[in-house]
């Protein structure tokens, strides 16, 4: 199974295969949120992440989102945007969350690699 990906068999299809990535981004990172889009409880949620990608949905979200925090960035844009497009309320709650999840705050991000 690709990651990202994962099938959910369907009765009136043989199978649709959704891309969690984008739909990560479309429910802005809410579990209860992608439950919902895919029409599944979230503790079935949680059952299918940890079987088909061992990791809870959760964490998978958050890992999405640094992901897309950080190529927002190499990307040039600025942070507030970045925090903004990211679903980030607060500045201050974006900082603390990328501080946490890369070990530095946003403004080293800046300097990552491009091309």
Not at 11 to 40: C, F, K, M, Q, W
Not at 50 to 66: A, C, F, H, I, S
């Amino acid at each position: 199974m690709e990651k990202n990906r994962v099938v959910y068999e369907n009765p009136r299809d043989y199978s649709d295969v959704i891309d969690l990535e984008h739909l990560s981004h479309r429910t802005n990172y809410r579990v209860s949120e992608l439950a919902r889009v895919l029409g599944l409880s979230t503790r079935q949620l949680q059952r299918d992440f940890n079987d088909g990608l061992g990791v809870t949905p959760k964490y998978w979200l958050r890992e999405q989102r640094m992901r897309h925090v950080y190529a927002l960035i190499c990307d040039g844009f600025r942070l507030k945007q970045v925090a903004s497009i990211t679903g980030f309320r607060k500045y201050e709650n974006f900082v603390n969350e990328v501080k946490a999840f890369y070990g530095v705050p946003p403004q080293k991000l800046s300097d990552c690699e491009k091309g």
